[in-house]
């Protein structure tokens, strides 16, 4: 069953323009973590938040995470034509430090216009 | 370090046939993953093993998939017989599964394809 429910489905915007994703989960997490899939290519790790810390940067990456209203959003500034790709949250529910079993969202596809 | 290792990259084999999906994992890793990624279901876990042990294989569909970790370095994922159901890209990942290092590290996948 899933977890991470990302929001939206798809996001289409102008090179240079802001993009947001929000992902919501329906359990207690240990961690959260962000994911990008280019076509045809494996999933690459982005950033790591863990449950009690709020916001997290790197780079042109912001990361936020709302415990209370189990959600958390990734906001990329100033969009290339390189950030097209599909984003994933994924959501460690275990309670066992280090079982790192992750539960992946369906992804928001992101298309950025030159 | 090349990253994760994965072969073959596309499989196109007939329905009934046996497929074997082979994955070596970044040196030191402690974690290797399997999963499996359609339109449909997204990308699920299908089973994962700490220092070569099968800690978890609730995701492995049926009797017909099955999973070794014969040392630290490889890993492979069968499928005996194949169906048509079973087509999808097979993606490995592995992880440190330091404290301070949770993320996966994802192979490019092999794309399964049965006919």
């Known amino acids: 069953s899933q977890q991470g429910e990302e929001d939206p489905q798809a996001l289409s915007i102008q090179e240079g323009e802001n993009a947001t994703m929000n992902c919501s989960y329906k359990?207690?997490?240990?961690?959260l973590q962000w994911y990008r899939q280019n076509s045809g290519r494996g999933l690459v790790h982005l950033i790591l938040?863990?449950?009690?810390?709020r916001e997290k940067h790197s780079g042109r990456l912001r990361v936020t995470l709302d415990t209370s209203k189990k959600s958390s959003s990734l906001l990329i500034t100033a969009s290339r034509a390189a950030d097209t790709a599909s984003y994933f949250c994924?959501?460690?529910?275990?309670?066992?430090?280090?079982?790192?079993?992750?539960?992946f969202g369906q992804g928001t596809r992101l298309t950025i216009n030159p | 370090d090349a990253g994760v290792i994965q072969s073959p990259r596309h499989e196109v084999t007939e329905m009934g046939q046996e497929v074997t999906l082979r994955c070596k994992p970044i040196s030191g890793h402690d974690y290797l993953f399997w999963y499996r990624q359609t339109m449909m279901r997204g990308l699920e876990l299908l089973i994962y093993f700490n220092n070569n042990v099968p800690i978890d294989d609730s995701g492995m569909p049926e009797d017909r998939f099955s999973a070794k970790m014969p040392n630290a370095s490889f890993s492979t994922l069968k499928i005996q017989p194949s169906e048509p159901r079973d087509s999808a890209v097979y993606f490995c990942?592995?992880?440190?599964?330091?404290?301070?290092?949770?993320?996966?590290?994802f192979g490019p996948g092999t794309r399964l394809t049965v006919t």
């Open positions: 938040i863990r449950s009690n810390e």
């Open positions: 994924a959501t460690d529910r275990s309670g066992i430090q280090g079982a790192q079993k992750l539960v």
């Open positions: 990942a592995s992880s440190p599964g330091k404290e301070t290092s949770y993320e996966q590290y």
């Open positions: 359990t207690s997490i240990n961690n």
